[in-house]
């Protein structure tokens, strides 16, 4: 053999999926990416996704799961997890004795949450204080414009649901930073320190009400939320209310090819998840898809993945084929699928790049998360990457493999761990992203649409 088919029989040889599309899969990706980004628009928490979800699958034919209900092959049906999570499944032709195959993602993103006594005035501004969920650069989050969604349960029972800041004619929120000219002492401080958490103090209004006593922009604010909403300053003791960045999801570039929007992480994956499953016919294993909350803080609490609410889910679909949950969860298969961190030219000291996603070289596995000496990872075997490998080779889908970042350097971790602690083999896989947990994220339209097919591909294995 010559070096020249050596090379060609025994080395890899990657390429950019922008090469690789045909005119068809090309067209096919737009139209996917124009849904993606319609379905972002509507969705910036874990609640929204989760309505949409719920009715995405009514409008598709499914049911809800209930105790006690019979099921058969092709039956299409969900379990809304008290709206901030969500379980889909179509149940396929062989029992569930021979496991499922499962795709999770979570559908929470980096944010900052109302305090439950948010509303104060300080020299004749009005603001909201908040507390960050997840891990965010707290300075990126400053002289942005941002929406308040969320919900407020009233004194009267009723639930009213509340979004500012994403209609045209709405108001936006910000909050401060300080002008240059006085930030000597500020730009002597390092970027985790600029600003603080307590200075996430969201600007809500600076006209006072007329009359007399203190605090009468706070009053005005609180009057204004009372005409629109009913609500009165106790109500906030029983809301969910967060800060979101305000606007829509975005072509990137001047070539198109990247999507910019709030909370691709992991939005991009869920929503490579629902789509597929929305259609399929009876697959050969139960296909189920998980919309996680809580990932971003951990998993825990009763709508995260360490919850067992998916228990409860998967029992019921279980009993109704007379199958030990066990013996499900033993031969089932999880994809994992949530973001990976693309390379950025910017910022190549922190990556290893022979081991690092890349933007448009499709859906990216990852082998394990963790950090540091793989701490935390679930650390998919040889044989579970095998299944993927094989599974997405044969469907035609583009992927990489995926590090996470130079080995010193850091680390993250997925619903991976947990899943695989509930002895199912599981691998992770997702969409890299640039700017990762930034108030805009970036992904690319290929990794996207690739990470769609692989979702698919994994149910239909
Ligand atoms: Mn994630
Ligand atoms: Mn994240």
Not at 187 to 204: D, F, R
Not at 278 to 298: N, Q, R, S
Request: include cysteine; aromatic fraction near 6%.
């Amino acid at each position: 053999m010559t070096t020249e088919e050596l090379r060609d029989s025994l080395l890899m040889k990657p390429k950019n999926g922008c090469t690789l599309l045909t005119a068809e899969q090309r067209a096919e990706m737009e139209s996917y990416c124009k849904r993606y980004s319609a379905f972002m628009d509507a969705c910036k928490t874990e609640r929204e996704a989760t309505d949409w979800a719920v009715a995405a699958c009514e409008a598709h034919g499914f049911k809800p799961l209930v105790p006690g209900m019979e099921i058969k092959p092709g039956d299409k049906v969900y379990l809304n997890n008290r709206g901030k999570a969500f379980l889909m499944a179509v149940v396929g032709s062989e029992s569930l004795a021979k496991g499922a195959n499962i795709c999770a993602a979570h559908v929470d993103s980096p944010r900052l949450d109302l305090k439950p006594n948010p509303l104060y005035e300080s020299d004749e501004i009005a603001f909201f204080k908040t507390h960050y969920y997840g891990g965010i650069k707290k300075y990126q989050w400053t002289t942005i414009p941002l929406a308040l969604h969320g919900v407020v349960y009233r004194k009267d029972g009723t639930v009213v649901t509340i979004t500012i800041g994403e209609d045209d004619n709405d108001p936006v929120l910000m909050i401060s930073d300080l002008l240059p000219h006085l930030a000597a002492d500020q730009m002597q401080k390092t970027l985790a320190k600029g600003i603080e958490g307590e200075q996430l103090n969201v600007i809500l209004g600076t006209q006072p009400l007329e009359g007399e006593g203190g605090d009468l922009v706070k009053l005005n604010v609180m009057k204004l939320l009372n005409e629109k909403y009913g609500l009165i300053e106790a109500d906030f003791r029983s809301a969910e209310l967060t800060i979101v960045p305000a606007g829509r999801c975005r072509e990137v570039g001047l070539d198109r090819s990247l999507l910019g929007a709030y909370g691709h992480d992991d939005r991009v994956c869920a929503y490579a998840e629902i789509e597929p499953l929305l259609d399929m016919g009876t697959p050969t294993h139960t296909a189920v898809c998980i919309l996680a909350d809580k990932e971003e803080t951990g998993s825990n609490g009763i709508s995260g993945m360490q919850s067992q609410a998916f228990e409860y889910f998967m029992e019921m679909l279980c009993d109704a084929q007379g199958v030990k949950l066990n013996h499900c969860f033993a031969n089932s298969f999880c994809l994992s699928a949530d973001v990976s961190n693309a390379y950025d030219p910017n910022f190549p000291e922190t990556c290893e790049k022979r081991n690092n996603s890349l933007l448009n070289y499709g859906v990216a596995i990852c082998k394990y998360t963790g950090a540091r000496g793989k701490s935390g990872a679930s650390d998919a075997s040889a044989e579970a990457m095998g299944h993927v490998r094989t599974t997405l080779d044969n469907a035609g889908v583009l992927w990489q493999t995926a590090t996470l970042g130079k080995v010193d350097q850091g680390g993250g971790g997925t619903v991976a761990a947990y899943m695989a602690n509930r002895n199912i083999v599981t691998v992770d896989a997702g969409v890299p992203v640039i700017s990762m947990h930034a108030p805009i994220e970036l992904v690319s339209k290929v990794d996207a649409y690739m990470t769609m097919l692989a979702c698919k591909a994994i149910y239909l294995a």
